[in-house]
């Protein structure tokens, strides 16, 4: 199968996993890297100093109906030196392979943020990665999580959130740097307007948003409610039914389908050159090779998913390539 370029990544298939708690410990992360059907390893989001976790109000469950699930996390417990300590062990222990590691981090202060991003580029520099035509470590920005109290997902208002929480970096960042910002679903035009009038305008002023290699849509849907009798067995945590959960899987395809779509239709008729090499990741209720299809049609590069491989395991990556 002929690899696809994502930026300076080489994915050797177009499927691979989202950032979830199943790519959150070393061993999980070895796992995914060895199956030949993924063509990418995303990492939990990380923090800088570990996330907080209590499994009395942290979890997930799944739906019995379909391959939907519910979860409230925040962002891994392991702070982001132990993504940077797992991702060099294992590229490692395989030098030959151009596979990529693409490193999910957060921050709501741009500086930290910043900081963060300059870790991932020395990993990469002791790696001899940043000599390297092809590189095998990416960075993705999560500015989407629902579940973090009183930090609502700044990209849901990109005018007013984005210019200092990435502005900072961005002005950092090597040209070799493969960079995603993964979004949430987005229900009105307005929202996906405000996020090209975002990339336009840094575009038109310093250049920066031809940093941005690609967008990786969709994170899980907010404030949505589980249904305890309609929940399966084999989450994680106390999952109270009364706790508002982000959703993802098959029940958020057609929305996550739509997005890609209208990204694709948009950053395609942008004025700005580099507004068109933005590639799109689809995610969201990606659990067959009928589900991959179809976000390729919609204009996707790659898609990638979380609800599948954590209700089915690895072995999905195989399914999705048929
Ligand atoms: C239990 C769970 C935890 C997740 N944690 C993260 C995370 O840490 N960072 C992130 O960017 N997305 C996270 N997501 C979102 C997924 O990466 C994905 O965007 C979303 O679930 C839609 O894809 P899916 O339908 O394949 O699940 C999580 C999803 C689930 C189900």
Known sequence: MPSTPLHT?????????????????????????????????????????GFAQDLKIHGHAFLKSSTSSFNTYGYSPHPLPYYISAVKTILEENPSSTKPFIISITSSSGDELSEMASMIVNLRRELGDLDSKVSRIGIEINTSCPNIPH?????????????????????????????????????????????????????????????????????????????????????????????????????????????????S????????????????????GATDSKSVRRFIKAGATAVACATALGKKGVGIFDELNA
């Not at 109270?240 to 899987?249: I, K, L, T």
């Not at 239709?265 to 969201?284: E, F, M, N, Q, V």
């Open 265 to 284: 239709l948009l950053l395609s008729a942008s004025p700005h050159g580099s507004l068109r090499t933005i590639s799109l990741i689809g995610i969201g």
């Open 151 to 263: 930090h609502p997902p700044p990209a849901y208002t990109p005018l007013q959130s984005f210019p200092s929480l990435l502005s900072p970096m961005l002005a950092s960042l090597p040209s070799s740097q493969t960079l995603g910002l993964k979004l949430p679903p987005y229900v009105q035009i307005g929202q996906f307007n405000d996020l090209v009038a975002y990339l336009e305008t840094t575009v038109a002023v310093d250049g920066s948003a031809s940093k941005i290699s690609y967008l990786a849509c969709c994170n899980t849907l907010g404030g949505v409610l589980g249904l305890g009798s309609e929940l399966s067995d084999g989450g994680e945590g106390e999952f109270d039914v009364d706790s508002f959960a982000g959703m993802g899987g098959e029940a958020v395809h057609p929305l996550a389908l739509g997005n890609v779509h209208r990204l």
């Open 9 to 49: 990544l080489l994915l050797s298939t177009q499927v691979f996993n989202s950032s979830c708690p199943w790519s959150s410990e070393i061993e999980q992360l070895r796992e995914l890297y060895l199956s030949p059907s993924t063509g990418a390893v995303v990492t939990r989001t990380s923090t800088l100093d």
